[in-house]
C-alpha cells in the first residue's frame, strides 16, 4: 500500500468502521489515526477480505481453523495509510469454506442484477412494439 494514497472505499471504510485510536498522524499531524481491522484466508470462503471489529474476530477465532488478520491505519485527514501488522488467528482445526451465499453486499449479485435490467427493460420494449403492430 502507498502512503498518502487512500483510495475512497479504504478513507470510508476508515470513517464507518474504524477504531479511532489516540496515535496522531505522522504525516499532517492534524488527525488522530483510525485503525482497520482486515481478515483473510482460504476457509473464510467468500467472506475473505472483510473488515471484523474486535468482538466479531474474537467469534471468529473459534469459528475458522486459521486466518490473517492485517491490521491498517489510516488518517483521515491527509489519507496517509500504513500496515502496521499482520497476525494469525485461528483454532488451527482446517474447515471448509462456507458455502456460497448471495448476500446484498456481494458484488457479483449487485452486478447480476444490473445486467439483468437491461434486458428486462428490451422485453418490455419488445412488447410495447408488438402492441403497436410495428414488429
Ligand atoms: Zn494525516
Redesign the pocket.
Known amino acids: 500500500m502507498d502512503a498518502c494514497d487512500a483510495d475512497p472505499y479504504l478513507r470510508r471504510a476508515a470513517k464507518h468502521h474504524g477504531n479511532l485510536t489516540t496515535r496522531s ?1 505522522p ?2 499531524k ?2 488522530a489515526l483510525r485503525e482497520l481491522r482486515y481478515t483473510f484466508g482460504d476457509q473464510l470462503g467468500q467472506y475473505s477480505g472483510r473488515i471484523k471489529n474486535e468482538a466479531e474476530l474474537e467469534e471468529m477465532q473459534s469459528e475458522y481453523g486459521e486466518f490473517r488478520v492485517y491490521t491498517v491505519e489510516i ?1 483521515l ?2 489519507g ?1 495509510n500504513h500496515l502496521i501488522y499482520s497476525y494469525l488467528l485461528g483454532d488451527g482445526k482446517t474447515r471448509k469454506a462456507p458455502r456460497k451465499v448471495r448476500t446484498l453486499e456481494d458484488e457479483d449479485f449487485m452486478e447480476e442484477e444490473a445486467a439483468r435490467k437491461p434486458l428486462k427493460a428490451w422485453h418490455l420494449h419488445e412488447q410495447e412494439l408488438r402492441d403497436q403492430g410495428r414488429f
Open positions: 498522524c504525516v499532517c492534524k488527525e488518517c485527514g491527509c496517509w
